[in-house]
């Protein structure tokens, strides 16, 4: 289960709030699938294709967990670490 207990700054003791976001640029993904799909259309074809609107498609799905202070806007990231195995 996730943790939902507040964190507490460490600069202010002010109450942190997680804030969950893309991990990417959506530009720069939203970029990639259509530059994707643009090869595989065209020119160079799905050899290039492929990759890129795989690689787009994670870079959207891909988010970001950060905890940012109320109140003097100090973030963290939040960093799972799969220690098993
Ligand atoms: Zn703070």
Redesign the pocket.
Known sequence: MATTKPII??????E?QLYTGPRYNKKFSGGLIIGGIFATCFWIGAVLGIPLIVMGLYMTGSKRHLWV??????AIERVEINTKG
């Open positions: 700054c460490t600069l202010c003791n002010g942190m202070c109320k109140d003097c806007n100090t």
